[in-house]
């Protein structure tokens, strides 16, 4: 995917923290081409857009974003 969409490819996924740890996911996408990868907990972006406390599994759901 990173190379077939060149320059400026964003990739968006959804992973669990019980599957993949957050450090092995930006290793995993490097190795797949992509030049960096973000990594946020959904009680991060939970956080982010309300303004309640998130719910006490957010935290195993995790978003990540690469780009090319």
Do not use: I, N, Q
Request: hydrophobic residues 40%.
């Amino acid at each position: 995917m990173a190379r077939l969409g060149g320059p400026g490819t964003r990739l968006v996924f959804t992973y669990s923290a019980w599957t993949f740890d957050p450090d092995g996911v930006v290793a995993r996408t490097k190795k797949a081409g992509f030049a960096s990868c973000d990594d946020f907990g959904f009680d991060d972006v939970w956080r982010r857009y309300w303004s309640t406390e998130p719910h006490p599994f957010a935290s195993s759901a995790r978003l990540g974003v690469a780009r090319v």
